[in-house]
């Protein structure tokens, strides 16, 4: 796409796409927000980005690889906070012992676990967009 | 009371005035637009039942995410939907979809009314939920505290369930190097 107002915009627009999607992600203890929005809403940014410039563009600034890392990362983070509390003697995915107070460890297994999930969503989104596109591509260009 | 009535029945016909005009088109691209729009206000919808978190996630994900990953699937599919005649499958499918609608509507009869502080959904574990979100977890929004302390396992799942999705697509669709940089390697050599 080769339209400069549009190139301007998402240039401007990609850093507080990026910024709300986080303020939703910590703020979801809050207010109405958490790991599956938040991820959605980083993603978009990303994906604003590849279809204004291009989908090699955006494999710049998040390459597949480490896409591919996070993607795991997430889940990985997820069950790892229930394991961490299954070492520490409590059942699994119970966030007590985590913290000083059972609230403080509240706060903080809840806060991680929302993490993964938004890396997770995140990323699945991402890719999803770059295999998608990838194969249109490819597609075009045998024709 | 009167002003929710008439919300609520501004955004059913507003959703019923879609879902006719989506049966009706036989573009693709109007399709999905629709649809998007449909899950817009599915999201108001869910705004005026006080469920924010839903129509938040309804919101970002109907209408946003999956709008834009159909539009980017357009490209496989074609333009226009066939015009199909008027047969016998379509008399099945008219005398299921009368049936299925007939037994939920009449099963609604036995819901009970939304909002009642009596309904059952009340009186077991949400009082638990609730007291046990201010005072043992201490986070405001109960949505997260059951979301992920409480329920912490169905979200869990969940997150495997979209992490699996992921890797189920990748696995069928992704290539590795896409063929857009080794055409233009090509083309450089």
């Keep these: 796409m080769d339209n400069l107002i549009l190139k301007v915009c998402t240039k401007v627009l990609f850093t507080p796409i990026i910024l709300f999607g986080l303020y939703v992600q910590f703020h979801g203890d809050f207010g109405p927000g958490g790991g599956f929005q938040a991820g959605v809403i980083v993603a978009a940014a990303f994906i604003l980005y590849a279809m204004v410039f291009s989908v090699e563009d955006c494999k710049v ?4 690889k480490l896409n591919f890392f996070l993607l795991a990362l997430g889940a990985f983070l997820y069950g790892f906070v229930g394991i961490i509390g299954l070492i520490l003697g409590d059942p699994y995915l119970s966030y007590d012992v985590l913290g000083t107070t059972k609230e403080a460890g509240q706060h903080i297994g809840i ?6 999930v938004g890396l997770t969503v995140c990323n699945v989104m991402i890719s999803l967009f770059y295999s998608f596109a990838n194969f249109n591509f490819g597609k075009k260009n045998n024709d | 009371m009167i002003g929710e009535i008439i919300i609520n029945a501004f955004l059913v016909t507003l959703m019923l005035t879609i879902a006719i005009f989506i049966i009706n088109t036989r573009k693709v691209i109007s399709t999905i637009l629709l649809t998007g729009t449909y899950s817009l206000v599915a999201a108001l919808m869910f705004v005026s039942l006080d469920a924010v978190d839903v129509a938040f996630t309804e919101a970002s994900v109907g209408a946003g995410i999956s709008t834009i990953l159909f539009l980017a699937a357009l490209s496989y599919l074609p333009k226009e939907e066939k015009e199909e005649k008027f047969n016998v499958k379509h008399i099945y499918a008219i005398c299921t979809c009368i049936i299925v609608a007939g037994l939920l509507i009449w099963a609604s009869y036995d819901l009970p009314l939304v909002g009642q502080l009596e309904n059952p959904v009340h009186q077991n574990l949400a009082q638990d939920f609730i007291e046990g979100s201010r005072n043992h977890i201490g986070i405001p929004n109960v949505v997260t505290s059951i979301l ?8 869990f799942g969940e997150t495997v369930v979209i992490y699996t999705a992921g ?7 992704y290539d590795g190097v896409s063929k857009t940089s080794k055409i233009h390697k090509e083309n450089n050599k």
Excluded: K
Aim: aromatic share 12%; glycine share 8%; net charge negative.
């Design chain 1, 61 to 64: 600034i998040m390459p597949p």
């Design chain 1, 111 to 116: 806060l991680l676990v929302e993490f993964g």
């Design chain 2, 148 to 155: 992920a302390s409480y329920r912490g396992y169905d979200t």
């Design chain 2, 167 to 173: 890797i189920a697509v990748l696995v069928l669709l």
